[in-house]
């Protein structure tokens, strides 16, 4: 393994990349500094944030480099959303994909991003609001939703950590 490459939008995602290198001691970049400091077919962690339920800069850094893992961060509860994830971000089966939960606060997104989320905060936020039988995960999406969350912790990385040091 060479390296960890991560692409953010608000910082979770650089936060949790930080964090796995410190556990594993590979050095992290992001994708633009990967281009010019990690060779073509280099294998690497990547970690990438969802949106829409795909993780973004994917397919770009599969172009240059040979993914061997990666880390979904999104709003949703570390470990869930993985098949919905897989299959819009087309990730080979071989690969393994853990999701993290990230930290949420709509007004740290760029570009496009930022309406978007505080439309869907709008809007499903109230759905889930009224909703009488939340389950604990809508809960905590509806908390997260009204009063933002940081929700980067170093003990989601256990699973990927898992699998690193199984394939070291």
Not at 32 to 37: P, Q
């Amino acid at each position: 393994m060479n390296a960890i490459i991560y692409t953010t939008n608000t910082g979770s995602t650089e936060q949790y990349a930080g964090l796995l290198a410190e556990k594993i001691g590979l050095p992290a970049y992001s994708l633009a500094e990967a281009r010019k400091a990690v060779p073509n077919g280099a294998e690497v962690i990547y970690l990438g944030w969802i949106m829409a339920g795909n993780v973004k800069g994917f397919a770009d850094a599969a172009k240059h480099c040979n993914i061997r893992a990666v880390c979904a961060v999104g709003m949703g509860r570390t470990g869930t959303q993985t098949e919905n994830v897989r299959k819009k971000t087309a990730i080979p089966a071989g690969i393994p994909l853990v999701t993290l939960q990230g930290n949420f606060n709509v007004k740290k997104l760029h570009g496009i991003y930022r309406p978007m989320m505080e439309l869907m905060v709008k809007t499903v936020g109230k759905s889930l609001a009224e909703k009488s039988d939340r389950t604990p995960e809508e809960n905590d999406m509806l908390d997260m939703m009204r009063c933002g969350g940081e929700r980067v912790k170093a003990e989601n990385l256990s699973a990927v950590l898992d699998w690193y040091n199984s394939h070291k």
